[in-house]
């Protein structure tokens, strides 16, 4: 075959080398919790919280191992009676505002809350102005 | 236009320095949570928290045996350890066969290892990948976080950092 075309055809045959250990995933990773209600808290919860080693996927949408071992540990702690709020204060004790999709107000999170509202008080004043000077017309 | 052009600027930096991806613990400056992780090496101790804060720092790495940039670091932590640096391990998801393998094959700095199946001491430390390490000083206090495998031009710095955590 042409060595052209089978460059990458070579590159399909390929595995990528993934760091995976050889441990299976944690019980609670992909399994429910038996109570529905606490099963629904951990899910509403994971979706919020970003897969550290992904960074663009929430722990609920993630494969990684990590994200398993995370969905674990929420789903442990909320079938332990833990609530969904000190699970997600504990994380951000150590992972910071980062670890979640939700982040709560603070100054630095301030303006992704207060510019829209800014943008739209201008917006206003621009269209004010703008029909004041029609009228006058 | 002036706001146009401000705004191409702004994408343009963002663009040409993306941000520092890096998950960095929020536990800096913080005592060592509890944990006690059971014993995985024939012969060697497993890890508690109760083995800080005796007055000597020590070096805590998060390493695995099936890790690729643990086998390049391996040669800095004994590097690290002749330095007179007290290493100690935690051991994500591993198994006892791999980790003597590894051990045998890359060296052992370690005093004692902890074996951390579910990552969870990784989580209660906010470490957020392998290899990772922390100096903890003489008082059982987190004080330095290396994020990645610590290279041949880390060692001073961390040396540093450990000679300051008494």
């Known amino acids: ?137 | 236009m002036l706001a146009f052009i401000a705004l191409v600027a702004v994408l343009a930096s963002g663009l040409l320095r993306p941000a520092d991806q890096t998950v960095r613990s929020a536990m800096i400056g913080q005592p060592l949570p509890k944990f006690a992780l059971t014993a995985i090496v024939p012969g060697k101790a497993g890890l508690s928290s109760a083995d800080f804060g005796k007055g000597q720092p020590r070096l805590l790495n998060i390493f695995a045996s099936w890790c690729a940039p643990c086998i390049a670091e391996a040669p800095v932590l004994l590097q690290l350890k002749a330095a007179g640096v007290q290493i100690d391990g935690v051991a994500i998801r591993d198994t006892a066969p791999a980790l003597v393998e590894f051990l045998a094959r890359n060296g052992d700095p370690f005093e004692r290892i902890g074996s951390d199946p579910d990552s969870r001491v990784q989580f209660t430390l906010g470490s957020s990948g392998v290899p990772e390490s922390f100096v903890i000083d003489g008082q059982g206090k987190i004080v330095h976080q290396h994020i990645g495998d610590i290279k041949a031009a880390d060692v001073s710095t961390i040396i540093a950092a450990v000679k300051g955590a008494r």
Not at chain 1, 8 to 21: E, G, K, Q, R
Not at chain 1, 39 to 45: G, S, T
Not at chain 1, 84 to 108: C, E, F, H
């Open chain 1, 1 to 137: 075959m042409n060595p052209l075309f089978a460059s990458p055809l070579l590159l399909l045959l390929a595995t990528p080398s993934l760091a995976d250990s050889n441990l299976p995933p944690a019980r609670y990773a992909n399994v429910a919790i038996a109570d529905p209600a606490k099963e629904a808290d951990a899910r509403k919860l994971m979706e919020t919280l970003r897969c550290l080693v992904c960074q663009g996927q929430s722990i609920a949408d993630s494969d990684a191992e990590m994200a398993g071992d995370m969905r674990a540990l929420v789903r442990e702690r909320i079938a332990a009676g833990e609530t969904p709020g000190a699970v997600r204060t504990w994380l951000i004790q150590r992972y910071g505002d980062y670890v979640t999709y939700d982040p709560p107000l603070s100054s630095k999170t301030a303006p992704l809350w207060l510019a829209p509202l800014v943008l739209l008080g201008l917006g206003g004043l621009i269209a004010a102005r703008t029909f004041r000077r029609k009228r006058r017309r």
